[in-house]
């Protein structure tokens, strides 16, 4: 694992295209489930919690599956990056590069949109713990948010730089207008659960 990372980051350093902003932010929201997998592991079995048992099965359970997902998102961000990149590299002259590269814009944004909204799907997740979680660990549901706050900021970018260029404004402006919806009220979540840990823990 530790030899898989060091790789990613020296690939995300270098002067190569991908994996990129957007590969980085499926990695930071992975980073950020797997927090509250974390957690709720650490809550699980334990007597002072019995009474929340089940619902921390679920988030077990849950943050697995959206772990996964979002780490199969790296890759998938690259590989729609790809065409995007030879779209760019075709000569103005040919008559087919505004479609191709229109087509290649629409791909592009979807994976940075699937990041967003894999990572939304923690925001439940995160009030839970909050309220249920172990409080020896209540710093690490903070720090979670953080992840997942930065994971969806830096997905919303990523669909507004593509959405940006493209010529069907009707396309551009729906996928805009949900990225701004769903970011805007997770990303508020996120700030608010940030806030309740460090309250409790200033106390």
């Known amino acids: 694992m530790n030899e898989q990372l060091n790789v990613f980051i020296e690939k995300l350093s270098s002067k190569d295209p991908t994996p990129g902003g957007g590969g980085a932010s499926a990695l930071i929201g992975a ?3 797997a927090l509250c997998s974390m957690v709720a ?4 079995g334990k007597k002072k919690y019995a009474q929340y048992q089940s619902d921390i099965e679920d988030v077990i359970v849950k943050t697995q599956t959206i772990m ?4 199969s998102l790296i890759d998938k ?10 779209a760019y590299g075709i000569p103005k002259s040919d008559q087919n ?3 191709i590269l229109e087509s290649a814009l629409k791909n592009a944004c979807t994976v940075p949109f699937e ?3 894999e990572t939304e799907k923690i925001m439940g997740i995160l009030e839970t713990l909050l309220v249920k979680g172990s409080r020896l660990a209540i710093s690490d549901v903070g720090v979670a948010a953080t992840a997942c706050r930065s994971a969806m900021e830096g997905a919303a970018l990523n669909v507004y730089i593509n959405t940006k260029l493209m010529k069907d404004r009707a396309y551009a402006d729906d996928i805009n207008g949900k990225t701004v919806f769903i970011s805007k ?3 508020k979540r996120c700030h ?3 806030e309740a840990v460090l309250n409790e823990l200033r106390r």
């Open 185 to 187: 009220q997770a990303v």
């Open 97 to 99: 590069r505004e479609k």
């Open 77 to 86: 961000d690259a590989e729609v990056f790809a065409p995007l990149a030879a």
């Open 41 to 44: 592991n650490l809550t699980s």
């Open 115 to 117: 990041i967003l909204c």
């Open 68 to 71: 996964n997902n979002l780490l």
């Open 31 to 33: 980073i950020g489930v």
């Open 192 to 194: 608010e659960i940030y």
